[in-house]
Nanobody, 114 residues
């Protein structure tokens, strides 16, 4: 059964850092392009970072240079290092496949506020 379990969210002040983790169950992990997505209530879910099976990464312009996506194939875990956080980064963050997402996990709330 496919499952995504996100963790690591919390309340941070602008400029601070946070590291999100996503434990993934399923045999697709090492062979798929994976992504971190975020959603603000009332808005569509957007993908902010993705990583291919070979480690190539792509970021949406609003987080490029501040966020870093990485993965550990041996543990089927996806990470998102978030630096220089801004209030507009406030959202629920999810991990999933970058293409044809599978059923979503619960996500982890990130709140950036002074």
């Amino acid at each position: 059964q496919v499952q995504f379990v996100e963790s690591g969210g919390g309340l941070k002040q602008p400029g601070e850092s946070l590291r999100l983790s996503c434990a993934v169950s399923g045999t697709f992990f090492s062979g798929s392009t994976l992504g971190w997505w975020r959603q603000i209530p009332g808005n569509q879910r957007e993908m902010v970072a993705q990583i291919t099976r070979t480690g190539f990464t792509v970021y949406t312009p609003s987080v490029k240079g501040r966020f870093t996506i990485s993965k550990e194939d041996t543990n089927s875990t996806l990470f998102l290092q978030m630096n220089s956080l801004k209030p507009e980064d406030t959202a629920v963050y999810y991990c999933n496949k970058a293409v044809q997402p599978l059923p979503w996990g619960q996500g982890t709330q990130v709140t950036v506020s002074s």
